[in-house]
């Protein structure tokens, strides 16, 4: 099942050849991390500004990757991601700094490695390689990062006011985003299946 230090899977990325040797598949999974860890920093100023989340492309940034390159190197890419904005990189919405990790929308941070995780989960496991599969899939982590986000938010709120103003206003926009997601994949699928 596994080849070196990259998974083999039915993630997208998983579906090509291991490198032949254990440094070049280092190398290779550095690149995807540190890639994948721009992306999602790039994503996350692509926003419309609202309290207290902004509306941003992470959501689908993050599931793109973890359907992309599996649960292994997505859990990596995330986690790498929190600690680059603990040091004080600007790779969050508003910033960077031990402050985001601690403030009412933390939990949105910690919902986005549960659900590329889970959602590489899934990936690794065949689950996204057709278009209903796929759009299934994303929405499953959406609903990860809206219960991880808007339940630690509600701590701070109340439950009615996280779930009007980290939920709501999101729901639709999400959706869209998963459908795109799902699309990308399967255009991406029948390309490799073509050139096979």
């Known amino acids: 099942m596994t080849h070196g230090p990259l998974t083999r899977s039915s993630a997208l990325l998983g579906q090509f050849a291991s490198p032949a040797s254990p ?3 280092l190398l290779r999974n550095t690149v995807i991390v540190l890639t994948g860890t721009l992306l999602i920093a ?3 100023r692509v926003q419309v500004p609202m309290w207290p989340v902004p509306m ?3 959501t689908f940034a993050v599931l ?5 390159i599996g649960a292994r190197l997505a859990g990596v890419t995330l986690g790498v991601h929190l600690f680059q904005g603990a040091i004080g990189l600007p790779v969050f919405a508003t910033g960077g700094g031990l402050a985001y990790l601690s403030s009412p929308t933390a939990g949105f941070l910690i919902g986005f490695l549960a659900a590329a995780v889970s959602v590489g989960w ?3 496991r065949g689950y996204a390689k057709t278009l209903p599969g796929a759009f299934v899939t994303a929405l499953a982590g959406c609903a990860i990062i ?3 986000g808007a339940g630690y ?3 701070h709120l109340g439950l009615f006011p996280a779930f009007q103003v980290a939920v709501l206003p999101f729901v639709l926009s999400d959706i869209l985003k998963s459908a795109s997601v799902a699309i990308l994949l399967a255009g ?3 390309v490799l299946a073509r050139r096979r």
């Open 188 to 190: 991406a699928q029948g």
């Open 122 to 124: 899934l990936a690794d």
């Open 153 to 155: 938010l509600a701590l």
């Open 146 to 148: 809206y219960s991880m």
């Open 23 to 25: 440094n070049a598949a």
């Open 64 to 68: 793109l990757l973890a359907m992309s």
């Open 56 to 58: 941003t492309m992470q």
């Open 42 to 44: 790039l994503s996350a």
